[in-house]
């Protein structure tokens, strides 16, 4: 079973999108892009809310859209959302020429990092089977450019079968996102990734609308009633998640 993370930007949001069935909520600003972040003072009292209404709800948050060759502000970053309170941190990161020393300074932090590897135009295999390899508690594969093109325009679902696989062998949890919608849910459902991630179709009018519960609900049994498919067989959400957050 896939397992739904509703990326909202505020805690009236995050309310609504856990009270939907969201088994992940994930915090971040759409108008600062693909991964925008919020303030970590924001994050801090969204994730205070939610955590006294529902203890056991895991919650991540972006550094926001940092260059992958900045690695001391993404470093920086890191520690300054991890000390936010979240459960886990999400680093977006594009293939190129310091995306390996990127990922390595990721796995070294005093924090739980969640790698998003940015797959617009592509993604290196390489890049990939090293970020498995370091021992993260989980991947996600997204896209940067929120132009209508999703992310299996990108990447074809062989590969990110076969990715996917590859992460969940090392013990990551696997997860997918980018412009995903209904007309992808039989794709989705092929892959069954522990965790798929949506913004756009949670909202009533694009991905800087407001979310609706209404769709995060539907969306919700959609994923539910996912078959196994090329990707089935990985433990839902992320490793060490308890209670009521397990699927």
């Known amino acids: 079973m896939t397992a739904l993370l509703a990326s ?4 009236e949001e995050a309310f609504d999108a856990a009270r939907a069935g ?3 909520i994930d915090l971040k600003e759409p108008n600062e892009g693909a991964l925008g972040g ?3 003072v924001a994050i801090a009292d969204i994730a205070r809310q939610l955590r006294a209404r529902y203890p056991v709800k895991p919650i991540s948050a972006t550094i926001g859209d940092v260059p992958t060759d900045a690695i001391d502000e993404i470093a920086a970053r890191v520690i300054d959302v991890s000390d936010a309170g979240v459960d886990y941190v999400k680093v977006g990161v594009t293939r190129g020429p310091s995306a390996r020393r990127c990922i390595e ?3 070294n932090l005093p924090a739980t990092v969640v790698p998003v590897l940015l797959c617009d135009g592509g993604m290196d295999d390489e890049l990939v089977s090293h970020t498995a390899a370091l021992g993260f508690a989980g991947m996600m594969f997204d896209t940067a450019g929120k132009d209508g093109n999703t992310l299996f ?3 074809d679902v062989d590969s990110l079968a076969r990715w996917l696989r590859l992460a969940r062998s090392r013990g990551a949890m696997v997860g997918i996102a980018g412009a995903l919608g209904w007309a992808q849910l039989e794709q989705i459902r092929a892959l069954a990734p522990d965790v798929a991630g ?5 909202c009533a009018d694009g991905r800087r609308s407001r979310l609706d519960p209404e769709r995060v609900a539907q969306w919700v049994s ?4 996912t078959g196994g498919g090329a990707g089935a067989g990985g433990s839902a959400l992320m ?3 308890v209670g009521s957050a397990r699927v």
């Open 38 to 40: 919020l303030p970590s």
């Open 8 to 11: 909202v930007r505020s805690a």
């Open 22 to 24: 969201a088994e992940l």
């Open 153 to 155: 325009d990108h990447v």
């Open 105 to 107: 300074q990721l796995a």
């Open 198 to 202: 949506f913004r756009t179709a949670l």
């Open 239 to 241: 490793p060490g998640m």
């Open 222 to 225: 959609a994923l539910h009633r």
